[in-house]
């Protein structure tokens, strides 16, 4: 039996809750929030008890920590001190100072943090990634995630640390990462090391209303010469998620939303059903079951979850590059970055210096 317990109970633990209920042999000890009605809802609904973020693990093998950013650092660190492993919500943190110091606490090879970038569990970008070994070296690559404001969470507010780039844009900027990573993998040494970024340019644009950012482009440049296009906005009437990556071998194309869909070289790939075991169907289409389930096994077996926490730091460092290219007119800055590492991907932008 594996325990698991929740700091934060915002809407992403549903998510996660159901995810955690899909899996045999996994409950839920504890539910923590600042929000106490919000805690005994969720506690409720995943028949687990409330307690204090300092009463975490509250007995529990593991901790999703799904707090605001701000809290990650210090959610995931006094889980560590107590001895749970810890799966930790995506953006990581809001600073690469934090971000350094999770790495440093997650174990010799990285083993005792997971980074939930539950998009890269998703069965469509699974067999995205797959296509994507096959069409040797890319000379095309955009990913984008656009959908409309958030209506709650203080996600709209400079305390959340950045705006749309920061929490919905780092979906694409890491599925971009994984493409290139498995297009470089597929046509050279799977064993040796995968193309890294080393510069971008960003624009992010804002509106009178709101303190963050709401539209996004970043452009991507990593070491094989490829240039990877990624847009996130809450400027969309409706959401649409997708990828293609092309070279001279063929095209992958992914549909996430509206619809699902995946397509190599213009014709539709099959993907597995939902099991009928799930409940809500995006649950599995967008990869909430596996990941708990692969990030359970890894931290069953002490290894270095798949998507580790050094991939989260990798994340933000390209996060935190493109809001001071952002801030700075859109000038090219080079990955990883060598700004300041403890102000946030919004003070990058607002106050460059």
């Known amino acids: 039996m594996t325990t698991v317990s929740f700091a934060g109970s915002g809407r992403i633990t549903a998510a996660h809750g159901l995810a955690v209920r899909a899996l045999p042999g996994v409950t839920v000890t504890a539910v923590a929030s600042r929000d106490p009605a919000h805690a005994t809802e969720r506690a409720r609904q995943m028949e687990a008890r409330t307690c204090s973020y300092d009463e975490l693990p509250a007995g529990a093998d593991v901790v999703i920590v799904a707090t605001p950013p701000a809290r990650h650092a210090q959610d995931v660190l006094h889980a560590l001190d107590r001895g749970a492993s810890v799966i930790v919500e995506k953006p990581l943190c809001t600073t690469l100072a934090q971000a350094d110091a999770l790495v440093a606490a997650a174990g010799p090879g990285g083993e005792r943090i997971g980074y939930a970038e539950n998009l890269a569990f998703a069965p469509i970008v699974a067999g995205a990634l797959d296509l994507a070994a096959g069409l040797g070296s890319l000379r095309h690559l955009e990913v984008r995630a656009l959908s409309s404001r958030p209506d709650w969470?203080?996600?709209l507010r400079a305390r959340w640390g950045g705006g749309v780039l920061f929490d919905l844009g780092v979906h694409p900027l890491a599925l971009a990462m994984l493409l290139a990573d498995a297009a470089a993998r597929g046509s050279g040494d799977p064993a040796g090391p995968g193309p890294k970024v080393v510069s971008l340019r960003a624009r992010l644009d804002g509106a009178d209303d709101i303190e963050v950012d709401d539209?996004?482009?970043v452009d991507l440049t990593f070491d094989t010469g490829l240039v990877a296009h990624v847009e996130a906005s809450w400027r969309a009437a409706r959401p649409q998620w997708d990828l293609q990556a092309a070279s001279d071998a063929g095209v992958v194309r992914a549909?996430?939303?509206?619809?699902?869909l995946l397509e190599h070289n213009g014709e539709p790939v099959d993907l597995p059903p939902v099991p009928a075991a799930i409940d809500v169907p995006q649950i599995e289409q967008f990869g909430y079951r596996a990941q708990?389930?692969?990030?359970?096994?890894?931290?069953?077996a002490r290894r270095a979850p798949a998507l580790d926490v050094a991939f989260g730091r990798d994340v933000l460092d390209v996060v935190c590059a493109a809001y001071s290219s952002a801030g700075h007119g859109g000038a090219v800055v080079p990955v990883p970055?060598?700004?300041p590492r403890d102000r946030t991907p919004l003070e990058l932008w607002r106050h460059p210096s």
Request: net charge negative; proline share 4%.
């Open 153 to 155: 969470g203080d996600f």
């Open 215 to 217: 539209d996004a482009e």
């Open 255 to 260: 549909e996430l939303l509206p619809g699902i």
């Open 292 to 300: 708990i389930e692969g990030f359970l096994a890894d931290f069953a």
């Open 337 to 339: 970055f060598v700004g």
